[in-house]
């Protein structure tokens, strides 16, 4: 075999066994390595890698385990006759490989009903780590998070008396475990007491707007959102035809007036509104939960970030002052463990979960039954609790350094967050397209976010969120410098 085929790599993250194991089993399926055909011996092949002869054979025994190779006595390793392979299309078998030159190729440009790739999304680069200065906002911090917790937890999930729980299908039904917690801890920390049968689990946040978009924003409905808002949102309710009203932000959130008076839904995130980190004062709820009812619309209300709230104690919920039944509550465990993991939760009137549980069936059946146990086992067991505590204190911590390198930047905050989170909105100079101020601090190593496709109708934006959950507090200060150094350059 040529020696191309077998090389680790010293930057991949998973151990050795496990690089070997892959790097013979994308073999076998590629077809690179024929059924019946020898596999060096484990000495040689530890000699090849420079690795241990242990570590080989156990990696064969493994692959001998699952029929990607065979043992022979005194003959050694071999690719199973019985292989799992990869076959070859009929094809691509039937003329050698060639493309048939004379073939119609299908226009793929004209078929399309709706495009959605030119959509305006606040961009988060993969390699963001790689940047000295990621002033990226909603990224975890791995050096807060326990990944021994998580990992115990993870082995629980995947334990045989929890095989069936994790491995069923489910149907419409969530992990018992899950919601349970949901039910019990999570939504009685904002007042919100709901049963079983009025939570619903959801794959984040943004999955749970969709949903609920579809169910309530279709054909022409008047939708009322903030502006600026999450982008992502403003896109589902375009691509639903809703019939979009703009409602503008002051420092106490969305404003309440008569702009209100003919919408059938409005969403609001009234704790810690994205992107200007405002928060509604009880007053305004209480405001916007009266104008519900006098002009009978619905309420959806994302309450994101609630968690790391560390200046002040957060206000109550919209959801925990409503007695007409006419707020939707959506959480979202994104920001509080990791955003990969892709948990979040609505709470609503039996008669909104029916019908969100049924569509979401229609879209995904259920979220991961593995990814909800393991999540269940970690907040049961307090270590969330525990996160949440580390991730206060470090963002106390690092906001502290934002607030003073800001000051000596001359820089001004928008709207100063006052319970805390993660992020800071900053208004530049006018005049200044922080979109393109974005493109040249990449090439000073910092990011942060243009503000530009958080506003409908912005496409020049002089304001920027800058996030400081993934950056550690002793680089704040030479980041922001080099902010204020490219901005001057405009000036």
Not at 1 to 8: E, G, N, R, T, V
Not at 313 to 333: H, T
């Amino acid at each position: 075999m040529k020696d191309a085929l077998f090389h680790l790599d010293p930057l991949d993250g998973a151990g050795l066994q496990a690089q070997v194991r892959e790097m013979l089993v994308s073999a076998i399926l590629s077809r690179r390595l024929q059924p019946g055909e020898a596999v060096p011996s484990s000495r040689a092949m530890a000699d090849q890698l420079s690795v241990s002869r242990n570590t080989i054979t156990l990696a064969y025994q493994a692959l001998v385990a699952d029929g990607y190779l065979e043992s022979r006595n005194r003959s050694g390793y071999y690719v199973g006759i019985e292989a799992p392979v990869s076959d070859p299309s009929p094809r691509f078998a039937a003329n050698g490989g060639a493309a048939n030159a004379s073939a119609q190729h299908a226009h793929w440009s004209g078929r399309f009903r709706r495009l959605y790739s030119d959509l305006d999304r606040v961009a988060k680069p993969l390699n963001w780590r790689e940047y000295s200065y990621p002033f990226v906002y909603g990224q975890a911090d791995p050096t807060l998070f326990n990944h021994s917790d998580w990992r115990d937890c993870a082995r629980q999930a995947l334990g045989l008396r929890n095989f069936e729980a994790m491995a069923g299908d489910k149907g419409e039904a969530d992990d018992p475990l899950l919601i349970d917690y949901i039910r019990a801890r999570t939504l009685p920390r904002r007042g919100v007491l709901a049963t079983t049968e009025q939570i619903l689990v959801t794959l984040g946040a943004q999955n749970a707007l969709y949903l609920l978009s579809e169910l309530f924003c279709t054909d022409g409905a008047r939708v009322a959102i903030e502006d600026p808002c999450y982008p992502d949102l403003r896109n589902t309710l375009q691509r639903l035809g809703a019939n979009i009203v703009l409602i503008p932000v002051d420092e106490h959130g969305m404003v309440v007036d008569d702009r209100l008076k003919d919408v059938d839904v409005v969403f609001v995130t009234p704790s810690h509104h994205a992107p200007t980190t405002a928060t509604m004062p009880l007053e305004r709820r209480r405001a916007l939960l009266a104008a519900a009812d006098l002009h009978d619309f619905i309420i959806i209300e994302d309450d994101y970030d609630f968690e790391l709230g560390f200046l002040q104690k957060p206000a109550p919920a919209l959801k925990s002052l409503d007695r007409s039944d006419r707020v939707i509550y959506v959480g979202s465990f994104s920001k509080s463990l990791f955003p990969g993991l892709r948990l979040g939760y609505v709470a609503a009137p039996e008669a909104v979960i029916a019908e969100v549980r049924a569509l979401r069936f229609l879209m995904l059946r259920h979220p991961p039954g593995y990814a909800q146990r393991t999540a269940a086992y970690f907040l049961a067991l307090g270590h969330h609790d525990a996160l949440i505590k580390r991730l206060r204190n470090a963002l106390t911590q690092r906001r502290s350094a934002m607030e003073e390198a800001l000051d000596n930047a001359g820089l001004s905050d928008a709207r100063a967050p006052k319970f805390g989170g993660a992020s800071f909105w900053i208004e530049t100079p006018i005049g200044i397209d922080t979109t393109e101020l974005a493109a040249r601090l990449a090439n000073r190593s910092v990011l942060i976010e243009p503000g530009a496709p958080f506003f409908a109708h912005r496409e020049v934006s002089h304001h920027m969120r800058l996030g400081y959950s993934s950056i550690p507090s002793e680089k704040i200060a030479a980041g922001i410098e080099i902010i204020r150094e490219e901005i001057n350059r405009f000036t």
